[in-house]
């Protein structure tokens, strides 16, 4: 079974600062990596996915993630916030390429003026 | 745009009582997903369906059941509702390896 730990349940930040939001992983098999995030009353929408090739994943409203396959692990970074980044952010992991997702406990984003 | 629509925003119910969650998806998707989502927690998988009639239970199954008589719609049940039931419940949709579309959402309260 794989499991995905995101290590801080909390990031503030200041607007325009750049974040990096953790997210390691654990499977004996080989994993598809994602980055969700769901924004305040909405439900969850796709921001990134690793499937293969280059491990820096580029995603929708800047944001990237780099998969580290000896670290175990698929941070999402970007270099400047907004204010309209405020969000919740789920990492998660897949053996399947996307239909049975194990999530991490997500990661609230406060970016702060 | 997929949408995938959740009947309720919020529900509060009481203990003891048959809860029924509905969730329609409007883009032919073959798979459909019921989630639950605890602060901290993050997601777990109740049950899911790749296909009409047919269910696979998820991660923590029990206590509910699902019903999916047609392809556009998935229900979850609460066959008897208890306090530790209290959560946000989400509905997903899919095709086969392809990214997962999300309802808003039913904040469920049982007292």
């Known amino acids: 079974a794989q499991s995905v730990t995101q290590l801080d349940s909390q990031v503030p930040v200041f607007e325009e600062a750049p974040v990096e939001l953790r997210c390691n992983y654990s499977?004996?098999?080989?994993?598809?990596l994602f980055w969700y995030v769901q924004y305040p009353n909405q439900g969850l929408q796709l921001l990134l996915k690793?499937?293969?090739?280059?491990?820096l994943v580029k995603g929708i409203n800047g944001f990237e993630a780099e998969f580290n396959k000896s670290q175990t692990s698929f941070h999402l970074r970007k270099p400047s916030v907004h204010i309209s980044d405020t969000a919740e952010y789920f990492c998660a992991v897949s053996v399947d390429a996307g239909n049975m997702l194990t999530f991490g406990g997500g990661t609230r984003l406060m970016v702060k003026p | 745009d997929v949408k995938v629509t959740q009947s309720s925003r919020y529900l509060v119910k009481r203990t003891g009582e048959k809860v029924f969650l509905e969730c329609v998806q409007d883009m032919d998707h073959e798979n459909m997903f019921w989630y639950r989502q605890d602060p901290g927690l993050g997601l777990r998988l109740i049950y899911f369906s790749y296909d009409v009639k047919m269910k696979e239970k998820g991660d923590i199954p029990e206590g509910y059941s699902v019903s999916r008589e047609k392809k556009e719609r998935f229900s979850l049940i609460l066959e008897s509702a208890s306090t530790n039931q209290t959560s946000m419940y989400l509905c997903a949709s899919s095709l086969l390896y392809e990214k997962l579309f999300f309802g808003s959402g039913t904040q469920l309260s049982v007292l």
């Open positions: 690793y499937l293969s090739g280059s491990t």
């Open positions: 499977s004996s098999v080989s994993v598809y």
